[in-house]
Every structure is written in structure tokens, then in C-alpha cells.
């Protein structure tokens, strides 16, 4: 079973930074994208950035230049570092894997892959 736990969420005034972290159960990043997605209140689930199957990096592009996605193999974790936070960055925000699949497509079907429980950012002054 695969197992995803969060960290790192919090509250930051705008402008302000944070790092979240994914912690990953052992997986063959060769078969699993990984990545992270966000659910603003009342809003709809967004893809913020992944890493696929050969390593190459998706971010969105409301938040390009501003958030960067990276992974430890090694270790089994993930992270996002988030620069630059705007109040519309408040969401909670989920990381996710899928094998044989993109992050981008859970949006649609998630049960395509796993989550973790979430972690709540909060952007404001």
C-alpha cells in the first residue's frame, strides 16, 4: 500500500515562503509520477506541479517562478517550495503519486492513484 504523508503547511503573510513536505512509502519512481495538487475553498481541485515517470517537471503556470517541485529518491520524499505566496495560494494541498499515470489525470479520476490526508496553507495578512 502505497502511503503519502504531509507536512510543512501553516499560515504566511503574502509575500512569505514555505516548504511543504511528502513523505513517500518505497516506490519505483520509474512507474510512478508524483507531484502535488491544491483545493482552494469552493473552488476545484488544481494540478501545481509534478514530476513523471522520466523526471521531467509540469508546474502550472499561476505559479511558475514562484513554486518549484523536487524529490529525493533516496530518501522517499517529495517537496514544494513555495515563494512569493499570494493569498490565492490558500488551499489545502495534497501530494499524490500515480502509476502508470499522470497527476494531471487524478484530477479527473482519482482513484487513478494515492494521496495523502492534506496540508492547509493560509496566505494572508
Known amino acids: 500500500q502505497v502511503r503519502l504523508v504531509e507536512s510543512g503547511g501553516g499560515s504566511v503573510q503574502p509575500g512569505g515562503s514555505l516548504r511543504l513536505s511528502c513523505e513517500i512509502s518505497?516506490?519505483?519512481?520509474?512507474?510512478?509520477?508524483t507531484g502535488w495538487l491544491r483545493q482552494a475553498p469552493g473552488k476545484e481541485r488544481e494540478g501545481v506541479a509534478e514530476?513523471?515517470?522520466?523526471?521531467?517537471?509540469t508546474v502550472a503556470h499561476s505559479v511558475k517562478g514562484r513554486f518549484t517541485i523536487s524529490r529525493d529518491n533516496d530518501n522517499n520524499s517529495m517537496y514544494l517550495q513555495m515563494n512569493d505566496l499570494k493569498p490565492a495560494a490558500t488551499a489545502t494541498y495534497y501530494c499524490?503519486?500515480?502509476?502508470?499515470?499522470?497527476?494531471?489525470?487524478?484530477?479527473?479520476?482519482?482513484?487513478?492513484?494515492?494521496w495523502g490526508q492534506g496540508t492547509q496553507v493560509t496566505v494572508s495578512s
Open positions: 499524490a503519486a500515480a502509476p502508470g499515470s499522470t497527476i494531471a489525470a487524478m484530477l479527473v479520476r482519482p482513484e487513478l492513484g494515492h
Open positions: 518505497s516506490i519505483d519512481y520509474r512507474r510512478y509520477s
Open positions: 514530476i513523471d515517470t522520466y523526471g521531467d517537471i
